[in-house]
């Protein structure tokens, strides 16, 4: 009897740890709890402790961390028709709100029965029509316009359930002849450039020595023009200083004997050639 009563102790012990137990769940920092009663959803709950009816309600967690798929070799065809094996990663999180959640639940149960059900399937879709879009040889060339392009794609998935975060593509693997016939013609067009740079300095210093000896012959005309304008007038100084004396001597016939007076000293020669006169001195 005592036996009987220690199992019915253990058991009713057992029930009640079981009872409280289950009661109770913690949902993380990160992470979102559905809540399921009796097969529905009845709350979605956020990070911290939670209560919960025993062997009634269900707590299922969904994260809303950044979760990161990789993608190893998939191969992609340009379009010249060259195959080609790309490596990358996508990097993506549920949208944290108690719809998206609920549908997230719903539609898949849980986060990774999304990714492998479609955003793998979508990604792989937008990242071969992109790659349609190029030649081996511009995606090769311009990886930058190539990576924006398929980020813009893939940006887009998920069906408003996560968000893209980023995509970066680690690897394109060409075939060996296609990466050669790339190199060839990046550094054929290089020597292309080369030749108009060399062609443009040429002509700029082409045009800098027609400059300059414009600029010399200029500055010798002006010059030769300013030298000729000077001699014109001294000519023309000259010219009217004569024309002046001349007119004033017409108009005054004694000017002469008075600027002749005006430069005496008043001293006369101390000798005299016989019979000639004294100078500066006409006396009548």
Do not use: C
């Not at 030649?135 to 893939?154: P, Q």
């Not at 002509?203 to 023009?225: E, F, G, I, P, R």
């Amino acid at each position: 009897m005592r036996g009987f009563s220690i199992l019915i102790g253990t058991v009713v012990v057992l029930f009640v740890l079981s009872l409280l137990g289950g009661s109770f769940y913690t949902v993380d920092e990160g992470e979102r709890a559905v809540v399921v009663s009796q097969g529905k959803i009845s709350a979605i709950s956020g990070p911290g402790f939670h209560w919960k009816l025993p062997f009634v309600d269900d707590a299922h967690s969904i994260s809303v961390r950044t979760q990161a798929i990789e993608f190893a070799d998939e191969p992609v065809y340009t379009a010249d028709r060259q195959t080609a094996n790309v490596s990358f990663s996508v990097n993506y999180s549920a949208i944290a709100t108690d719809n998206e959640i609920r549908t997230i639940y719903r539609e898949f149960q849980t986060l990774e029965g999304l990714e492998s059900r479609i955003l793998k399937r979508q990604v792989r879709e937008q990242i071969k029509n992109v790659f349609g879009t190029f030649t081996a040889d511009t995606a090769i060339r311009e990886r930058g316009r190539l990576n924006n392009e398929v980020s813009a794609a893939i940006i887009k998935l998920g069906e408003g359930l996560i968000k893209v975060e980023g995509v970066n593509i680690e690897n394109i693997n060409f075939s060996d002849a296609v990466e050669a016939a790339a190199e060839q013609r990046a550094q054929a067009e290089m020597l292309v450039q080369t030749e108009k740079q060399k062609l443009e300095r040429e002509k700029v210093l082409a045009q800098v020595a027609v400059t300059q000896a414009q600029a010399a012959a200029d500055s010798q005309l002006a010059t030769a023009k300013a030298n000729a304008e000077a001699v014109r007038l001294n000519g023309e100084a000259e010219a009217a200083a004569i024309k002046a004396k001349s007119d004033a001597l017409a108009q005054s016939p004694n000017l002469v004997e008075l600027t002749k007076a005006e430069k005496w000293n008043g001293q006369l020669p101390t000798t005299f050639v016989p019979g000639s006169a004294v100078p500066f001195l006409n006396i009548k």
